[in-house]
T-cell receptor, first 115, second 113 residues
């Protein structure tokens, strides 16, 4: 299955600033996804990163807050804009694995703490 | 929104014990997945299940896709210290978009003091 690298692995951010998380996959993948894991919680899908078109956002997530880029089939970025302490979470990049369309492989995550 | 009920929320294990956890849903799923997450890491896939009644093993781990397609369980036999971590069930809802997995809230395995 694909190997996914994310950076930064963690960061401490000031309220009101924005941070861009990068995700690199070691092979070409059709679909990439961004998930959020709030402290002690489960994972929630933010959006699907589509190559060549705008990202598809889930209910409760908007492009102005979480702009996403997908310039090619191996790379995507997620920006967390105008951060507040409520945005303190682990942000996880994922891609479909090789064993099935619904099987996702995840990166190690980017742990953001907003002060 | 759609939720998965995963239980237990946490449990303590002693080396050698068998462990069981399960997930239930109010909706029908066409895929059930079990992941393990260690601190500072992303979830790692343990077992994938694709059809009702399917029973699949991966070493000491066994998982089943419920006949009703609304539930799944994961068993760990003869637990060892490295089994400690958080286990998540996840499912692909029938009619849901690809990659939109619904996750349970996790079962945290700790070593019994």
């Amino acid at each position: 299955s694909a190997v996914i690298s994310q950076k930064p692995s963690r960061d401490i951010c000031q309220r009101g600033t924005s941070l861009t998380i990068q995700c690199q996959v070691d092979s070409q993948v059709t679909m990439m996804f961004w998930y959020r894991q709030q402290p002690g919680q489960s994972l929630t899908l933010i959006a699907t990163a589509n190559q060549g078109s705008e990202a598809t956002y889930e209910s409760g997530f908007v492009i102005d807050k979480f702009p996403i880029s997908r310039p090619n089939l191996t790379f995507s970025t997620l920006t967390v804009s105008n951060m507040s302490p409520e945005d303190s979470s682990i942000y996880l990049c994922s891609a479909q694995g090789g064993s099935g369309a619904n099987v996702l492989t995840f990166g190690a995550g980017s742990r953001l703490t907003v002060l | 929104g759609q939720q998965l009920n995963q239980s237990p929320q946490s449990m303590f294990i002693q080396e050698g014990e068998d462990v069981s956890m399960n997930c239930t849903s109010s909706s029908i799923f066409n895929t059930w997945l079990w992941y393990k997450q260690d601190p500072g890491e992303g979830p790692v896939l343990l077992i994938a299940l694709y059809k009702a009644g399917e029973l699949t093993s991966n070493g000491r781990l066994t998982a089943q896709f419920g006949i009703t397609r609304k539930d799944s369980f994961l068993n760990i036999s003869a637990s060892i210290p490295s089994d400690v971590g958080i286990y998540f069930c996840a499912g692909q809802r029938v009619g849901g978009s690809q990659g939109n997995l619904i996750f349970g809230k996790g079962t945290k395995l700790s070593v019994k003091p």
